[in-house]
């Protein structure tokens, strides 16, 4: 694959698709268009997940736990790809994906090698925080672009960012701000917290504490509950007793296993809401969710995976949106132009949200709203109206610079 030739293509053809584009594919069966893709040159993407990942099991899928994947995001890769074929032929390319699926770290990293020395130069990674964080700095300095489509850490956007990172799945900071938001906007500002066993769990834990804090929510206490229905363990897995005796406007539950979170809307002490893992639960994206052409793209996913749509199909389609715009607007297969581009300021992603969306500066993180949604409806849109952020209202979502632990631009004086 040439990725460093600059594109050409005959400027009648590329009128006569543009014109397809226009009046609709179905009219436009034109032997020029057929005669052109077998001169357009290949642009690949990468993708590369975990073989047995138990994100992906049966069970776990066949739950369809709020916020979790209910299947593997290159799903959403493949809409965007299929959606970039007229695109591409308008730009003289054909683009495509280059699919992993490995099991163990060393074979992640001998894919990344691969595809770079096929001369694939953006790859999105559905893999853990830390296996992220190995991957990005293995390959550092490289003509490589890595697309973190799965990991949450807040770590990833700070102390371990990364130059060659970029961050289409929204952080738990921006999740948790979203949702403290929302708590504010209804004057529920006392909250309880219940914390679950796993690591992962305090530290989805501590995020929302920042975020408590940052919008003037009250903390009324921290419990820890266990997984399972031991009996012996009553006071620590069942949701009425681990709600009882304390004041509270609503309940936040961290438990990134969602097994505890699952069951605990309607079942705690009070008529209080259930936020955070389960009830309303913060997300990139939700099947529900119509507004701003956001039915079309769900129903595409749907003929596509045969499901819904969730937050990590969407991260996944919106970073080969993102390269797929990068070529069409710098007309150009340059790596050193497409990542300026896509890191830059004129990059205008649309990702059916109602926003224009580009990638922070100091960080690598995607500005983007977050969708607060229960069961089958969304209930709001954050950033939530009045909350006011001086440079980006999307800033008032996450990290801004003056907090960030990430140094990627000089003019960054967070810490």
Same mark, same amino acid.
């Given at each position: *694959? ?13 009128? #006569? ?18 005669? #052109?893709?077998?001169?357009?040159? @290949? %642009? ?30 290159? /799903? ?9 074929? %007229? ?7 054909? $683009? ?5 699926? +490995? ?8 894919? +990344? ?25 293995? %390959? ?32 738990? &900071? *921006?999740?948790?701000? #979203? ?40 903390? @009324?206490?921290?419990?820890? $509950? ?61 099947? &529900? ?16 995976? /045969?499901?819904? *749509? ?12 993102? +390269? ?9 297969? /340059? ?14 992603? /649309? ?5 224009? *969306?580009? $990638? ?38 996450? %990290? ?9 631009? @000089? ?5």
């Amino acid at each position: *694959m040439a990725h460093g030739e600059t594109l050409s293509i005959n400027a009648v053809l590329r009128r #006569a698709v543009l014109l397809c584009l226009w009046v609709g594919a179905a009219l436009c069966l034109l032997p020029s268009v057929a005669v #052109a893709q077998q001169d357009l040159k @290949t %642009f690949d993407l990468g993708y590369i997940g975990w073989n047995d990942d138990p994100r992906y099991s049966e069970a776990r899928i066949e739950r369809e736990y709020q916020g979790e994947p209910w299947g593997r995001p290159i /799903d959403g890769a493949r809409v965007a790809i299929d959606e970039a074929r %007229f695109p591409g032929i308008a730009a003289g390319v054909q $683009f495509g994906l280059d699919e992993a699926l +490995v099991s163990n770290t060393r074979e992640v990293l001998e894919n +990344v090698r691969r595809m770079r020395d096929a001369g694939t130069r953006f790859i999105l990674l559905d893999l853990p925080a830390g296996t992220v964080s190995r991957v990005a700095a293995e %390959f550092a300095g490289d003509d490589l672009t890595l697309f973190n489509v799965a990991a949450h850490d807040d770590r990833l956007r700070g102390a371990h960012c990364q130059a060659n990172l970029l961050h289409t799945i929204p952080s738990d &900071a *921006m999740r948790n701000d #979203a949702l403290a938001q929302y708590l504010v906007s209804r004057q529920w500002k006392n909250v309880l917290l219940l914390v679950g066993p796993e690591a992962a769990d305090k530290v989805l834990a501590k995020s929302f504490a920042r975020s408590a804090k940052r919008f003037g929510l009250n903390i @009324t206490g921290t419990r820890e $509950f266990v997984l399972g229905n031991n009996p012996r363990e009553r006071d620590k897995n069942n949701p009425k007793l681990l709600t009882s005796g304390i004041d509270y406007d609503a309940v936040y539950i961290a438990d990134t296993q969602s097994e505890f979170a699952r069951n605990a809307n309607f079942a705690i002490q009070k008529p209080r809401p259930v936020v955070g893992s389960g009830g309303l639960v913060p997300q990139a994206w939700h099947w &529900a969710w119509v507004r701003h052409g956001a039915r079309q793209l769900n129903n595409r996913l749907e003929k596509k995976a /045969d499901r819904h *749509m969730t937050a990590y199909d969407w991260a996944a389609w919106v970073a080969v949106k993102a +390269v797929v715009e990068a070529v069409q607007r710098t007309d150009s297969t /340059d790596y050193a132009q497409l990542a300026a581009y896509v890191r830059g300021d004129d990059i205008n992603l /649309d990702g059916f949200k109602g926003y224009r *969306m580009g $990638f922070r500066d100091w960080d690598g993180q995607l500005r983007q709203p977050i969708l607060l949604g229960s069961g089958n409806w969304v209930v709001a849109r954050a950033p939530l109206e009045g909350f006011l952020h001086p440079d980006n209202y999307l800033d008032t979502l996450g %990290f801004d610079p003056r907090e960030s632990a990430c140094k990627l631009t @000089t003019g960054n004086e967070g810490s």
